[in-house]
């Protein structure tokens, strides 16, 4: 499953994407993500994409690009299913998450 997200990441990933990748129906994909993570597909999609986020931000990223370009690396179509999504999987912002990174590595 992690190599059609890879390999896909920039773009808007559905069911159907993974369905055609791999030859499982979109019933069975969600049901095998729901079993194994928790997470509904969706879920699982933004959780993988704010990993990302965050594992760029880690390495500095924001240093050197604005948060729109972080937006459209994770896969994301609008910055605000990302503030959404952030906010859902770190309780913060990602404002205040980088900032708070920030700190802690002076």
Known sequence: LHYPLRRQRQMCI???DITIAI?????????SILL???????DYINKYRIDTATKLIHQKFLDSHTTVSLVEKCGFNSYQSFFRAFKKNKSTTPKEYYLRRKEIKI
Request: charge should be positive; avoid cysteine.
């Open 14 to 16: 559905r069911d159907s």
């Open 36 to 42: 194994k993570t928790k997470y509904n597909f969706n």
């Open 23 to 31: 030859g499982i129906s979109e019933k069975d994909i969600s049901a």
